[in-house]
Structures are given as structure tokens and as C-alpha cells.
């Protein structure tokens, strides 16, 4: 069956912009996750939904990062007044269910680039 | 703050030859997991280990945990060029499985001559 999607899979925009990004999870996989990763801080976990809701928002950098769910499937990531160093790849993961001890399947990522 | 430490950061060795890599980690764990990166992109799930378990095998990879020294080895075993990729230890967030929050090491480049 089919994979993780993120689209779109390449994003350049001009500081102070919004952006939003879109992960289609596994079909049935409950738990969604994203994470961010770039050259200085290396993998770092976000956000994550189980069913519609997000429990732990902690995760996110600041204020500025949004994410939502809807009907338990489709999540965007939203990015409000880009900062440069908010250049990254954005990647999303879901799993069977909640908890580390599910293996997560990853998306190919977003690469996000402020200019 | 990162919970895991791989080590090395970089390898590079021949194909046929095994790769090992290692992770260090800080806080108490439930189950830690392996992924490969190629490219830059999207992880590769390889294999999760969990706590009460010392030693885990898929294939030509082979997994210990040493819970007393909160530490993790990734062995590939007769190497490949293909197996040239990054490769992430992860792990609980201070011990908590509940939230499926992965906490990743920085990765070890392995590059397999072919």
C-alpha cells in the first residue's frame, strides 16, 4: 500500500511568509508525528496527534509553528512570518499507535527553505 | 537536548567487511529503535529493541542493549554499497513510551567502498 506522503516535497519562500505543509499518513495508523531536521540541531520532534488531538504541543519552536489534524488522517504544519532559520527538511511519521514502541514510517520530507 | 550519542560519526569501510555503530543514551528507556537516512530524505525503519531485551537480529543486522550502560550497538553484517546511508539511534523521551516522542542521536555516516 502507500507510504507516508508530505507535499510539497521542495518549498523556497521569501522571509515573513507563511507556509503550510501537508503529511498524508499510512491509512489506519492512529498516531501521526512530525519532525524537524536541519544541519545544526540534527532530528527533533515536533508535534504528535493521536486521532485528532495534540496532546504535547511542547515540541513546537515557538509560537509561530501551528499543526492540526482532521477526520484523524490528513495533518498540516504551519509555519506563520518564516524566519531563515526555520530552513529545514520537515518530516512527518505515523504509526500503527501511540507509543515508541510502534515503529514509525517516515515520509520523504518537505525541504523548506527561507530566503 | 539530544538523548543519544552515536559512535562514530562517520565510517567508512569495504564492502564485505562489517560496519559497527554505537549509541550512547541518558535517561532510562523503554525501546530504542534504528533508522537508516538516505540522502537526506526520509527514515528507513531497520529494527526496534526493547528494554528487557539484550539482542535483536533482522538479517544481515544485528542490535545489542546494554541497559546498565545505556548503550546500543548497530553491527551490518558483509557490507554493501547499498548499506552506504546514515544511521539514527532513537529513543523514549526520558523514559516515557506513552507519547511515541522519538528522541534521535546525530547519526553515523557509514560509506561502503564498493
Known amino acids: 500500500g502507500a507510504g507516508v506522503s508530505q507535499s510539497p516535497s521542495n518549498k523556497v519562500t521569501e522571509k515573513g511568509k507563511d507556509v503550510e505543509l501537508r503529511c498524508d499518513p499510512i491509512s489506519g495508523h492512529t498516531a501521526l508525528y512530525w519532525y524537524r531536521q536541519s544541519l545544526g540541531q540534527g532530528l527533533e520532534f515536533l508535534i504528535y496527534?493521536?486521532?485528532?488531538?495534540?496532546?504535547?504541543k511542547s515540541g513546537l519552536p515557538s509560537d509561530r509553528f501551528s499543526a492540526e489534524r482532521t477526520g484523524g488522517s490528513v495533518s498540516t504544519l504551519t509555519i506563520q512570518r518564516t524566519q531563515q532559520e526555520d530552513s529545514a527538511v520537515y518530516l512527518c511519521a505515523s504509526s500503527l499507535g501511540l507509543g515508541t514502541g510502534y515503529e514509525q514510517y517516515f515520509g520523504p520530507g518537505t525541504r523548506l527553505t527561507v530566503t | 537536548s539530544q538523548q543519544g550519542e552515536e559512535d562514530p560519526q562517520a565510517l567508512s569501510i569495504q564492502e564485505g567487511e562489517n560496519a559497527t555503530m554505537n549509541c550512547s543514551y541518558k535517561?532510562?528507556?523503554?525501546?530504542l529503535q534504528w533508522y537508516r537516512q538516505n540522502s537526506g530524505r526520509g527514515l528507513v525503519h531497520l529494527i526496534l529493541i526493547r528494554s528487557n531485551e539484550r539482542e535483536k537480529h533482522s538479517g544481515r543486522l544485528r542490535v545489542t542493549l546494554d541497559t546498565s550502560k545505556k548503550s546500543s550497538s548497530l553491527l551490518i553484517t558483509a557490507s554493501r554499497a547499498a548499506d552506504t546511508a546514515s544511521y539514527f539511534c532513537a529513543t523514549d523521551a526520558n523514559g516515557s513510551s506513552n507519547t511515541g516522542k522519538l528522541i534521535f542521536g546525530q547519526g553515523t555516516t557509514l560509506q561502503v567502498k564498493p
Open positions: 496527534f493521536q486521532g485528532n488531538s495534540a496532546p504535547d
Open positions: 535517561t532510562s528507556i523503554n525501546n
